[in-house]
């Protein structure tokens, strides 16, 4: 889990991903999670980062 607060969030995010595209080369979907009071703005940014680090096919889903 990475926190959203962290000063380097996307910095981690972006290791995190690269290490799963590392450890599972032939997969390019992410699954992104969001909570009802996640702002558009940082989906956004986590699917570019997704992007950037390999996993083009974005899913996203509302959590309960």
């Not at 972006?14 to 909570?35: C, E, F, K, W, Y």
């Amino acid at each position: 889990v990475i926190a959203r607060a962290a000063q380097d969030a996307d910095d981690q995010l972006a290791l995190a991903l690269a290490g799963v595209v590392t450890r599972h080369p032939d997969n390019q979907d992410v699954m992104i999670i969001s909570q009802p009071r996640t702002h558009y703005r940082e989906i956004l940014a986590v699917m570019d980062i997704a992007r950037a680090a390999g996993l083009p096919c974005a899913s996203l889903i509302g959590a309960e």
